[in-house]
Nanobody, 123 residues
Framework: QVQLVESGGGLVQAGGSLRLSCAAS????????MGWFRQAQGKEREFVAC????????YYTNSVKGRFAISRDNAKNTVYLQMNSLKPEDTAVYYC????????????????WGQGTQVTVSS
């Protein structure tokens, strides 16, 4: 079992930046691929980015490519999501998740979830 706690959300103006963190505890963090998902009000949860266990490969949904960057520090049991050039449509609750798969964009492949952190981008 692994426990995940997100932080770093908040209110930012369009064009601004935020850095989300997800701290893991419990089982070996480096054994998991990690993903970030988001859920806007009234919409389904959607994939944002994921990173393989060793950080070698990273994948992004098209709408955030070139603006967001996922990274991880296995020594600190933490995964990050650097979000730049934020847009109002990025407003959502952001969740980190852990998967025993090599990597996946499918939320059903993720076994453990954090509680989420709110990101609000004003126009």
């Amino acid at each position: 079992q692994v426990q995940l706690v997100e932080s770093g959300g908040g209110l930012v103006q369009a064009g601004g930046s935020l850095r989300l963190s997800c701290a893991a505890s419990g089982r070996t963090f480096s054994g998991y691929a990690m993903g970030w998902f988001r859920q806007a009000q009234g919409k389904e949860r959607e994939f944002v980015a994921c990173i393989t266990w060793n950080g070698t490969n990273r994948y992004y949904t098209n709408s955030v490519k070139g603006r967001f960057a996922i990274s991880r520090d296995n020594a600190k049991n933490t995964v990050y999501l650097q979000m730049n050039s934020l847009k109002p449509e990025d407003t959502a609750v952001y969740y980190c998740a852990a998967s025993t798969s090599a990597w996946s964009v499918d939320l059903r492949r993720y076994d453990h979830w954090g509680q989420g952190t709110q990101v609000t981008v004003s126009s």
